[in-house]
C-alpha cells in the first residue's frame, strides 16, 4: 500500500507517495511528542529572530507566537491527534499552526532544517533533565547524610567477599554511599555544561542563507555558547550520551545500595527494616514482606546500561552531518530520564525509612571474628612482633575458637595462650578484640575512626552548602 499527504516537510521534489512502512519507519512522534514544550520554546525564538532580522512583521510574529500557545495549551491537554504521517513534533506543530493562523505559520520554517529543530530540542531537554536530576540526587546525598549522622555510633560488619571483615561505624558505609552520588551530581552537572551549546540557526548542516541572529538565539534560550561548526551542531549526539552515561553510572550506584538494602533485610542478615511503604507482599506466603522497590532498582540499572550502549553502537561510523540513523537518540535519551526519575523517587523512600536492627550486627560481628585485624596489630604495635608471625598466630586462635565454637571474645586465656603466649594477657588481649572500640582504631584519613567519620560529615556539609 501507499501513502499520499501534502503535509510532509520533507516532500519537495517528491510526490509524497510512500509505502506504508516508509511511514511507520520513519516516524518519531511517539516518543517526541514528549519534547513538544522544547520544540515550542525553539520555534518562539526563532519566530523572535525572524521578525528581527525583518522576514516576520510584527503582526506576523504576534500570530505566530499566539498560535503556538494554543498548540502547546492542545498537546498538554492531550487534544492534538498523532498522526504518523506527520512524522514528528515539529512537523506536528507547524501542521495545527498553518490549521490556526494560516500563512504566516509557513513562514516559520525559515531559515530552519528539522536537523537543527531536533537538536536544539535534545539539548533544551538534556540541561533541564540534568539539572532536575542532579537537584534529586543532592536530596537523596542529604538524605543519606542525616542517616549517617544519626547510626554514628552504630557498629556493622564490613565486608570483603560478602565475608566479615571488620567492625565499621554505619556511617561509614553510608558516607560511602553518599560520596558515590555525589559524583553522580558531579556528572550531570557535566552533562549540562556540555549541553550548553545552542545548535540551532545552523541550518540542515552547512548554515543558512540568510544573515541570522544567533546570538539572539543564544539569549533567547539562554545557552552558554554557540557550536563553532554548524556540521558538527547537527551531527553530534554529545550531549545526549553525556546524560546517558551520568545516568548510567548513577543507576549503577543505586543498584549497589539497592542490593545491600536487599541483603540486609533478609532473614540471614537481619540488620534493616523497612517501612511497609516501600516493601510489598507474596501472593501465596502471607510471612513474606519483600523489597521490591530495591529489586527493581537493581534490574533498572541493565536498562540504563543498554541505552547508553544502544545510542552509543548507533553513532559509531556515521559520517557527517546528519543522517536518520539519529534518529535512534530520543528512545534511550526519554527513557534513562524517565527511569532515573523513578529510581531516586524508590530509593529516597527506602532511605528515608530505614530503621537498623544493632544487636543483629553486634552478632555477626562476633560470628566472623571481626576484630581478628585488630589482635594481630596489637602483637605487631604492643608486643613488637613481625607482622607475619602475628597474623598466623591469629589465625591460628580463629581455629581453635571456630573448633570450641566461640567468638573471640569468649575464648578462654589457656586456649588463647596454645596459640601465642602474649594472648594469656587478658588486659591486652580483651582491649585488642572488642568490637566496639576496634573502629576508632582506624585513624588514618577517610577511616572509620569516629574523629574521621565527622571531618567527612562536615565536608559532605560544605560540599552540598557549595552545590546549591
Not at 271 to 279: A, E, G, Y
Not at 411 to 420: E, F, G, L, P, T
Request: proline letters at 3%; charged letters at 25%; one cysteine or more.
Amino acid at each position: 500500500m501507499k501513502h499520499s499527504s501534502n503535509d510532509k516537510l520533507w516532500q519537495g521534489r517528491s510526490s509524497g507517495d510512500v509505502a506504508d512502512i516508509t511511514v511507520e519507519i520513519g516516524q518519531s512522534i511517539d516518543l517526541d511528542i514528549k519534547l513538544y514544550r522544547e520544540d515550542i520554546q525553539g520555534s518562539r525564538a526563532h519566530a523572535r529572530m525572524l521578525q528581527k532580522i525583518g522576514v516576520l512583521d510584527q503582526a506576523e510574529l504576534d500570530q505566530i507566537l499566539e498560535g503556538l500557545s494554543t498548540v502547546e495549551g492542545e498537546i498538554a491537554a492531550r487534544q492534538m491527534p498523532l498522526r504518523w504521517d506527520l512524522e514528528d513534533i515539529h512537523t506536528h506543530v507547524e501542521n495545527r499552526l498553518i490549521e490556526l493562523i494560516g500563512e504566516p505559520a509557513r513562514k516559520l520554517h525559515t531559515a530552519r532544517s528539522r536537523n537543527d529543530q531536533i537538536a536544539v530540542d535534545t539539548h533544551l531537554y538534556v540541561k533541564k533533565k540534568s539539572q532536575e536530576l542532579r537537584f534529586g540526587i543532592l536530596d537523596l546525598c542529604r538524605d543519606l547524610l542525616a542517616q549517617a549522622e544519626k547510626n554514628i555510633d552504630v557498629t556493622i560488619p564490613a565486608y570483603t567477599h560478602l565475608q566479615v571483615a571488620q567492625p565499621a561505624r554505619l556511617a561509614h558505609p553510608l558516607m560511602a554511599h553518599f560520596w558515590s552520588f555525589f559524583r553522580d551530581a558531579e556528572r550531570l552537572a557535566f552533562a549540562l555544561d556540555q549541553a550548553d551549546r545552542l545548535p540551532l540557526g545552523s541550518g540542515a548542516c552547512l548554515g543558512v542563507n540568510y544573515d541570522t541572529d544567533r546570538e539572539f538565539l543564544r539569549q533567547e534560550l539562554k545557552f552558554g555558547s554557540i557550536y563553532e561548526n554548524s556540521m558538527d551542531a547537527v551531527a553530534s549526539r554529545d550531549h545526549i550520551l553525556n546524560f546517558l552515561y551520568a545516568t548510567s553510572v548513577f543507576a549503577v550506584h543505586a543498584s549497589r545500595i539497592a542490593e545491600e538494602i536487599i541483603l540486609w533485610c533478609s532473614v540471614e542478615f537481619s540488620f534493616l527494616k523497612l517501612p511497609d511503604s516501600v516493601t510489598t507482599g507474596s501472593s501465596i506466603m502471607p510471612q513474606k514482606k519483600n523489597p521490591d522497590l530495591a529489586e527493581l532498582i537493581r534490574g533498572k540499572a541493565g536498562r540504563l546500561n543498554g541505552n547508553l550502549i544502544s545510542l552509543m553502537t548507533s553513532v559509531k561510523g556515521l559520517p557527517l552531518a546528519y543522517n536518520r540513523d539519529l534518529q535512534e537518540d530520543r528512545q534511550p535519551l526519554l527513557d534513562s530520564a524517565y527511569q532515573a526519575e523513578l529510581i531516586l523517587k524508590a530509593l529516597r523512600a527506602m532511605v528515608q525509612g530505614m530503621e537498623f536492627q544493632d544487636q543483629n550486627m553486634k552478632s555477626s560481628l562476633e560470628k566472623g571474628y571481626a576484630t581478628a585485624t585488630d589482635l594481630a596489630d596489637a602483637l605487631v604495635w604492643q608486643k613488637k612482633i613481625p607482622f607475619r608471625e602475628a597474623h598466623h598466630a591469629v589465625g591460628k586462635l580463629v581455629a581453635l575458637c571456630e573448633e570450641d565454637g566461640v567468638p573471640l571474645t569468649r575464648v578462654s586465656a589457656d586456649r588463647r595462650s596454645q596459640a601465642h603466649p602474649a594472648f594469656a594477657d587478658d588486659d591486652f588481649y580483651t582491649n585488642a578484640v572488642d568490637p566496639t572500640t576496634s573502629a576508632d582504631r582506624k585513624v588514618s584519613q577517610g577511616g572509620t575512626a569516629r574523629f574521621r567519620i565527622e571531618e567527612q560529615m562536615q565536608e559532605a556539609h560544605r560540599k552540598l552548602e557549595e552545590a546549591g
